[in-house]
């Protein structure tokens, strides 16, 4: 019985030691969270507004260029797909790379090859794994991304899609991440980034009728519209690309912490089993002495009276 005690008790001291590490981890992810709020929030504006711009500029002339014209037959995609460098976060890498199969397959089916680019290194273990192709793969800063890293990971993106699909160019440009919807909502989404999809929302409609006149009523292009599209074109692709990876920022810091709070819980409720078993285990063990000692007594004194006799 003392062994089973000391066993229960050594088991205990680890399980704690192990809550104290993910408690801290928890509240760490907890503080990252906010941080990487603000810089989704502040991003934001900019990416809209700039692919607002993008739109009116596409409304408003009549010119073929990779940011708003699709490709009559299109024969090759790029996909970027955004994961984690760490793991300890439940299935946000996992989810991720699930989004970006699911559209390779659909890709796939319509006739297109798909060039794969991967940002982090769980997606980069994946497909390394699996002994698949990656035309370039970046690691070491999903966690706290800045401009300069989009503008790294957009460059041979921007390169690919003004080169025609004869010298290794594509024709699409996709994106895989997980986009920050609350602190208990985490949803991977799959978007085409170009062409740009040519829609006006309501919102937008509206405006143009108020102001009497297409949506090219609102600018005028100078040099030309191409060479505006030229210049927008980086910056587009640059500006979203930043966005989606503080999205995902935020979306990895929430899903660590969510982790790390249930392995919390988990070790607390361990804590609360080995100790009942503790518990009993000496319990069972004074039980026992006590029993051992009644007899040796009772045993004494049968041969106490026997002698006297």
Same mark, same amino acid.
């Given at each position: 019985?003392?062994?089973?005690?000391?066993?229960?008790? $050594?088991?205990i001291?680890s399980?704690?030691? /192990?809550?104290?590490?993910?408690?801290?981890?928890?509240?760490?992810?907890?503080s990252?969270?906010?941080?990487?709020q603000?810089?989704?929030a502040?991003?934001?504006?900019?990416?809209?507004?700039?692919?607002?711009?993008?739109?009116?500029v596409?409304?408003?002339?009549?010119?073929?260029?990779?940011?708003?014209?699709?490709?009559?037959?299109?024969?090759? =995609?790029?996909?970027?797909?955004?994961?984690?460098?760490?793991?300890?976060a439940?299935? %946000?890498?996992?989810?991720a790379i699930k989004?970006?199969?699911?559209?390779?397959?659909?890709?796939?089916?319509? &006739?297109?090859?798909?060039?794969?680019?991967?940002?982090?290194?769980?997606?980069?273990? %994946?497909? &390394?794994?699996r002994?698949?192709?990656?035309?370039?793969?970046?690691?070491?800063f999903?966690?706290?991304?800045?401009?300069?890293?989009a503008?790294?990971?957009?460059?041979?993106?921007?390169?690919?899609? $003004?080169?025609?699909?004869?010298?290794? &160019?594509?024709?699409?440009?996709?994106?895989v991440?997980?986009?920050?919807?609350?602190?208990?909502?985490q949803?991977?989404?799959?978007?085409?980034?170009?062409?740009?999809?040519m829609? *006006? /929302?309501?919102?937008?409609?509206?405006?143009?009728?108020?102001?009497?006149?297409?949506?090219? =009523?609102? %600018?005028?292009?100078?040099?030309?519209?191409?060479?505006?599209?030229?210049?927008?074109?980086?910056? %587009?692709?640059?500006?979203?690309?930043?966005?989606?990876?503080?999205?995902?920022?935020?979306?990895?810091?929430?899903?660590?912490?969510?982790?790390?709070?249930?392995?919390?819980?988990?070790?607390?409720?361990?804590?609360?089993?080995?100790t009942?078993?503790?518990?009993?285990?000496?319990?069972?063990?004074?039980?026992?002495?006590?029993?051992?000692?009644?007899? &040796?007594?009772?045993?004494?004194?049968?041969? /106490?009276?026997? *002698?006297?006799?």
């Open positions: 019985m003392g062994a089973q005690l000391r066993v229960y008790k $050594r088991r001291k399980v704690t030691a /192990t809550k104290k590490i993910t408690r801290a981890m928890e509240m760490i992810a907890a990252r969270i906010v941080k990487a603000r810089k989704v502040a991003s934001a504006p900019y990416a809209d507004e700039l692919t607002n711009a993008v739109t009116a596409g409304h408003g002339a009549d010119v073929k260029h990779p940011l708003t014209t699709e490709a009559e037959r299109p024969r090759r =995609a790029a996909l970027l797909l955004i994961t984690s460098d760490r793991g300890l439940g299935g %946000y890498s996992a989810n989004a970006a199969e699911e559209l390779t397959g659909r890709l796939v089916a319509e &006739g297109k090859q798909v060039d794969a680019y991967v940002v982090g290194r769980k997606g980069v273990a %994946y497909y &390394g794994f002994e698949r192709p990656v035309t370039q793969s970046w690691t070491g999903t966690d706290s991304p800045t401009y300069a890293d503008k790294a990971v957009a460059a041979p993106l921007i390169e690919a899609v $003004r080169r025609d699909t004869d010298e290794g &160019g594509v024709d699409e440009l996709h994106i991440y997980t986009e920050f919807v609350s602190m208990m909502t949803t991977p989404v799959q978007r085409r980034m170009l062409p740009l999809a829609e *006006s /929302t309501a919102e937008e409609s509206a405006e143009v009728l108020r102001r009497g006149g297409g949506a090219h =009523a609102l %600018y005028e292009f100078e040099p030309s519209p191409e060479q505006v599209l030229d210049a927008l074109l980086p910056r %587009y692709v640059e500006s979203r690309i930043y966005n989606a990876m503080l999205q995902a920022a935020a979306s990895k810091h929430a899903a660590t912490r969510r982790a790390m709070k249930s392995a919390t819980d988990n070790a607390e409720e361990l804590i609360r089993s080995l009942r078993l503790a518990n009993a285990a000496r319990q069972a063990e004074i039980t026992q002495e006590i029993t051992e000692i009644v007899g &040796g007594a009772s045993a004494l004194a049968d041969a /106490t009276a026997g *002698s006297e006799r």
